[in-house]
């Protein structure tokens, strides 16, 4: 499970260096991230165990020279069926696509997707519906950082990382085409993350 784990706190103020931005134009890349991920683990409650990552992702990125570039996908990581009376894996698929009904909010995230992924234990392609709602469920943990780097040439650049991560629960479906998968899920959180880098131009 992915989470921003950048919680040093630097408050100091960045001294000013030879090339500081006052001595020319600054570079600037900016990146914002919104996410979510559920595990999910379940069954039919007699043979059959499912187990899926569901991990969605908006990422907006920009430089001070470029327009923002938007992009959206939805990943499905190691979900599997299993049947426990026979030993028999059933179904095993990994796969990722875009997503445009990715919404974000503080408190909560909400997706769906249908993508159609290959059952690596038969060959045969399965869609994969996916209908989820994160809601907050735990105390949200703010965390930022600012560093600065220097080089042995005397070029430097800051960059600034801020967020946030909340615990979550889902609730919604996910099917395989045929075996709707249950929504217990130990582990899901919401994130977002902003980043910016700046860099003095040289000439």
Known sequence: MKLFLSFVLLLAPIPALAGDPAAGDLSTTFTETQEASADLVGGDGGCIT???????????????????????????RNMTRMNTCTGALELSVNGSGPVENFFFWDSGASVGALLQLTNTVTGAVVPVRVDLVW??????????????????DGTWDTESNFGMTVLSFTTGSVTDGAFQYALTSPSAYIAKNTRKTKTPITN
């Not at 899926?52 to 327009?67: K, P």
């Not at 809601?135 to 042995?152: C, F, H, I, Q, V």
Request: net charge positive.
């Open 50 to 76: 499912t187990s899926a990552n569901i991990f969605v992702t908006r990422l907006r990125g920009s430089t001070s020279q470029s327009s923002p570039v938007v992009v959206r996908r939805i990943f499905v």
């Open 135 to 152: 809601t907050a469920s735990g105390e949200k943990t703010d965390y930022r950082n600012e560093t600065l780097r220097t080089r042995p």
